[in-house]
């Protein structure tokens, strides 16, 4: 069965650095998305990606956020100067139609800013 | 969009018992979905019903929808042990793809 594929399952970084986080979304799907958590809290929605633009995006994508659709097959998230309070959980969906159907999750990076 | 509000917020169960969750939310939908978050990994779809639709079946998942009440309900059959999850319903309505997840109901099923 198709799946969202993100690597790396786990990153640790220091403060200020840049992190790049890289998903592979279903091949045949249009729409794709990143949400966070930190620990404890609930999903937010991050930003959505359509037809190699952001479609949607919340206050938390800030200018240090960035995403992009480098080759046709991955999709990532570029954070360029950490924060303590960037750590989380970051997932990547995917999905293949608009008009608010399924979307399919990857496990997550979990990203830890020290 | 908006935020589907779920309860209770914690259900704990025997395996083998029947699970029910329930979801209210604000305004008119286009759809709403329900998704299980097994603990800290990524989500996963469970079904989806339109605003049409009053009941929906997927293996021992129940789900109805009362747009009229603007409520939902999740029944889980039969359940085990590996259901232990949160559990998170999410209205859709147009103008929006992003979903807005709430605070879910944490189900534990004891063997």
């Known amino acids: 069965e198709p799946e969202v594929t993100q690597t790396p399952s786990h990153q640790v970084t220091q403060m200020g650095q840049e992190v790049i986080l890289r998903c592979v979304p279903i091949?045949?799907?249009?729409?794709f998305y990143w949400y966070r958590q930190i620990l404890g809290q609930k999903v937010e929605f991050l930003v959505s990606?359509?037809?190699?633009?952001?479609?949607?995006k919340s206050e938390i994508f800030d200018d240090q956020f960035s995403v992009e659709r480098p080759d046709g097959s991955n999709f990532t998230l570029k954070i360029r100067s950490t924060k303590l309070e960037d750590s989380a959980m970051y997932f990547c969906?995917?999905?293949?139609?608009?008009?608010?159907?399924?979307?399919?999750f990857g496990q997550g990076t979990r990203l830890t800013v020290v | 969009s908006q935020q589907g509000e779920e309860d209770p917020q914690a259900l704990s169960i025997q395996e083998g018992e029947n699970a029910t969750m329930n979801c209210s939310y604000k305004?008119?939908?286009?759809?709403l979905q329900w998704y299980r978050q097994n603990s800290g990994r990524g989500l996963v779809h469970l079904i989806l019903?339109?605003?049409?639709?009053r009941e929906k079946h997927s293996g021992r998942l129940r789900v109805t929808l009362d747009t009229s009440k603007k409520s939902s309900s999740l029944l889980i059959t039969a359940s085990r042990a590996a259901d232990t999850a949160s559990y998170f319903c999410v209205p859709t309505q147009g103008g929006s793809e992003k979903l807005v997840f709430g605070k879910g109901t944490k189900l534990t099923v004891n063997p």
């Open positions: 305004t008119s939908i286009n759809n």
């Open positions: 091949s045949n799907h249009l729409y």
């Open positions: 969906a995917s999905s293949p139609l608009a008009g608010n159907t399924e979307a399919f």
């Open positions: 990606f359509y037809n190699n633009e952001i479609s949607e």
């Open positions: 019903i339109r605003s049409n639709e």
